[in-house]
């Protein structure tokens, strides 16, 4: 029960010569076109909607394929492209390949960066070879391959800016994020949580790659830049408000990556992401909270500092990583407008925050099997006030080391990971890709040694009891907490979504459909199944006056990693391998660009 093998858990020309002084504005007037796909995101908010109406729930069933691109390599395609006027750029996995196509000149390739990288980082990479995208300002492209490398090309002619290096593969760190720009600024985070690595976010001067700030996830004050000011729940965090929940230098390898996305509102003039699981997988081995693990962090861009923090799941047992994005939306609760933050977490709670003071507004649970928690205790007034109220049949530190923990819900891959949600201001609902997935989970003793696995456990996987799908799409309502329907999938939902205008919402399975459903009741309207599983995430832009819908398929990530590196122990894989074995019976490998058009009149 002790096997835990690394590969196993493993638009137009003026607009590309934006200035650096002006590149957030410029950034966010390009976001607000919806012609455009600039942001991996689609916009600062993390909404993932799109304006354009052209394709709609009347004439979506009528969708064909325009044209396909192959990327020439395989394994797990996550992310999607960019759409900048007439150029797309499209990345890949490993070796983190990018391409610029002219969308006006019959897709022809203008250029291609191909980074030589160590192919030792393959497999120091934690659940297949993936990336999360590009970005672009300052008429750069920003690359974060897996070695660390935070690379800037130039938009028009591929060759390389400058360079930064983000970490150090030979300790575990590796890069799977994409950057997001954000003022004179380019953010990015760390993998490596499984590892052991002191996690961190950084923000790099966008002209010259000299580092602006950069801010751990855990330890010192002045490491994870919080003040006097910084707030938990209201109240001000207090002085070594980390180092106070570690056991002596614990906090060192303590964890807490930054590999998920990035949101920003440039009213409050603040980023926001989440800081992954704590180090090791074993409870027993970390007593503590383990902050800031588990947490959203709310901090302002220009010097890093944080405004305030919500650690979801204080000491972790299960791995359940917070770093899924956080949704901006301005809506009424209660008959007051608020400025929300949304955030769906792997510990299978839908939370929303109050993003200017991080006040914890909704925790409900988005799938009903979830049952490591009775809920989150809501009053101001208690003690634990925002903390979860952990069930002692799902705790794997009371079980105790080397005691197997069965039937909890959701798995360590969460009731959604890194899949991106997306909203529609036209239905206020949020729409989730989900993992309907629980697990049996051993906790064991293991050591520390820089760049080896600090894992520390022993996971199966498997539907909840009674169930045979292990997806759900939802649609959610932030307000209230409640899911408003839902469409069961034979496996997880591991593609990121799209909303319209048009009121229709598009997601991928992970068998290769990509899915077109309506917006109001979750109807299913057209399905095509594409060269491999998806797990990118849908974008759409228009061209020439037509509008377009691209994904990328190409099966991998933690839910595909059986395929994409070929392991067949059902304990690999940290238990995927086999709670995914039937997913080679509907896909293989691939890495296509399926882009989807009307038929012309």
Known sequence: MRKVLLATFLGSAAALAVGGASANDELNKMSQNPKDWVMPTGDYANTRYSKLNQINAQNVGKLQVAWTFSTGVLRGHEGGPLVIGNMMYVHTPFPNKVYAIDLSNENKIVWKYEPKQDPNVIPVMCCD?????????????????????????????????????????????????????????VLVGISGGEFGVQAHMTAYDIKTGKVAWRGYSEGPDDQILVDDKTTALGKPVGKDSSLKTWQGDQWKIGGGATWGWISYDPEL??????????????PKQRPGDNKWSMTIWARNPDTGVAKWVYQMTPHD???????????????????QARKLLTHFDRNGLGYTLDRATGELLVAEKYDPKVNW?????????????????????????????????????????????????????????????????????????????????????????????????????????GKTGKIVWSNKEQFSVWSGALATAGGVVFYGTLEGYLKAVDAKTGKELYKFKTPSGIIG?????????????AVLSGVGGWAGIGLAAGLTDPTAGLG???????????????????????PAN
């Open 269 to 282: 003039n603040l980023v926001y992401y989440g800081s992954g699981n704590p180090s090791t997988w074993n």
């Open 317 to 335: 047992e299960w791995d359940y990583d917070g770093v899924n994005e956080m949704i901006l939306s301005d809506q009424s609760i209660n008959g």
């Open 537 to 549: 995430n849908v974008t759409t832009y228009e061209n020439s006056g037509k509008q377009y819908v």
């Open 373 to 477: 928690t009775s809920g989150v205790d809501m009053d101001k007034n208690s003690a634990t006030y925002g903390r979860p109220k952990v069930l002692d049949t799902a705790s794997t530190d009371k079980a105790g080391e080397d005691h197997n923990v069965k039937g909890i819900c959701p798995a360590a891959l969460g009731t959604k990971d890194e899949q991106p949600a997306a909203y529609s201001p036209d239905t206020q609902l949020f729409y989730v890709p989900t993992n309907h997935v629980c697990m049996d989970y051993e906790p064991f003793k293991v050591s520390y040694t820089a760049g080896q696995p600090y894992v520390g456990a022993t996971l199966s996987m498997y539907p909840p009891q009674g169930d045979t799908n292990m997806g759900n799409f939802i649609a959610w309502d």
């Open 129 to 185: 070879t993936v990336n999360r995208g590009l970005s672009y300002g300052d008429g750069k492209i920003f690359l974060h391959q897996a070695d660390t490398t935070l690379v800037a090309l130039d938009a028009k002619s591929g060759q390389v800016a400058w360079t930064a290096k983000n970490g150090d593969p030979s300790k575990g760190e590796t890069g799977t994020s994409a950057p997001m720009v954000v003022k004179d600024k």
């Open 576 to 598: 995927a391998v086999g709670g995914y074995a039937a997913l080679s019976n509907y896909t293989a490998l691939g890495g296509t660009l399926t882009v989807f058009s009307l």
